[in-house]
T-cell receptor
Framework: DAKTTQPTSMDCAEGRAANLPCNHSTISGNEYVYWYRQIHSQGPQYIIHGLKNNETNEMASLIITEDRKSSTLILPHATLRDTAVYYCVKSGTYKYIFGTGTRLKVLA | DSGVTQTPKHLITATGQRVTLRCSPRSGDLSVYWYQQSLDQGLQFLIH???????AKGNILERFSAQQFPDLHSELNLSSLELGDSALYFC??????????????FGEGSRLTVL
């Protein structure tokens, strides 16, 4: 079975960049990489997505390797409100499959 | 507020019972996705409907079923409930179906407790 793996947890100092990695055992050419975050038990919130090019929006940047099996979500200046579980998601035909998630703790 | 409404927010029931969870997608969204999140676990994809038709199934048990109605709301039916079915059940909606539909909009979830 295809697997998406992420570190279980990470810490980041407030104001510093948080770099969250994600690895896919397999990824097809038409499968997008999405990132979502979940604060406590609320519904997950969209952050960013991409296919093969690096992407940036007002929240974050997404770096995707050339073979597309790895991606990194970058929160450029982490704040305490960024403490959450971050999910890497593979989106293919009619499915969004969530990874195991990284619990990010931003430290004051 | 994502615009996705899920009811009930909390539900407590006994083993062997049957429950129905309801989801109203954002106005104009045709796709509905259901996910299960057990305690401290990730989100497991259950099923996806688009404009009333089932488009994809994930790890959904045979005791579970879903449908999407002509007004686009969706219901997830869970029967012969077991203790292990206790979880948060999330519904998400999107405008279209497929790999690059943009973001999914999630509801706040229905927390099911089976005693």
């Amino acid at each position: 079975d295809a697997k998406t793996t992420q570190p279980t947890s990470m810490d980041c100092a407030e104001g510093r960049a948080a770099n969250l990695p994600c690895n896919h055992s397999t990824i097809s050419g038409n499968e997008y990489v999405y990132w979502y975050r979940q604060i406590h038990s609320q519904g997950p919130q969209y952050i960013i997505h991409g296919l093969k090019n690096n992407e940036t929006n007002e929240m974050a940047s997404l770096i995707i390797t050339e073979d597309r099996k790895s991606s990194t979500l970058i929160l450029p200046h982490a704040t305490l409100r960024d403490t959450a579980v971050y999910y890497c998601v593979k989106s293919g035909t009619y499915k969004y499959i969530f990874g195991t998630g990284t619990r990010l703790k931003v430290l004051a | 507020d994502s615009g996705v409404t899920q009811t009930p927010k909390h539900l407590i029931t006994a083993t062997g019972q049957r429950v129905t969870l309801r989801c109203s997608p954002r106005s104009g969204d045709l796709s509905v996705y259901w996910y299960q999140q057990s305690l401290d676990q990730g989100l497991q994809f259950l099923i996806h409907y688009y404009n009333g038709e089932e488009r994809a199934k994930g790890n959904i048990l045979e005791r579970f079923s879903a449908q999407q109605f002509p007004d686009l709301h969706s219901e997830l039916n869970l029967s012969s409930l077991e203790l292990g079915d206790s979880a948060l059940y999330f519904c998400a909606s999107s405008a279209t179906s497929g790999g690059n539909t943009g973001e999914l909009f999630f509801g706040e979830g229905s927390r099911l407790t089976v005693l």
